[in-house]
């Protein structure tokens, strides 16, 4: 299962723009798209009803793998 997870600090959202307008631009992108929008409760509910769905972890290269 592909997600993408933006994560926003309320005070920097609220620096910015008052009426955090880029989240909302951030969405209206993603639907455009045709991307699944769903909140993280909804996608570990679809991954516990459906555990094929996971992938590994990524390896990353690390100091030592590298």
Not at 11 to 19: E, F, H
Not at 34 to 57: D, F, I, M, T, W
Request: proline share 9%; net charge positive; aromatic share 10%.
């Amino acid at each position: 299962m592909l997600t993408y997870s933006p994560c926003f600090h309320p005070w920097s959202v609220y620096r910015v723009d008052q009426g955090a307008a880029q989240i909302d631009l951030l969405l209206q992108h993603a639907r455009r798209a045709g991307l699944a929008l769903a909140s993280c409760n909804e996608v570990y509910r679809r991954l516990v009803a459906k555990p094929q769905l996971a992938h590994p972890a990524p390896k990353f290269p690390t100091a030592a793998t590298a």
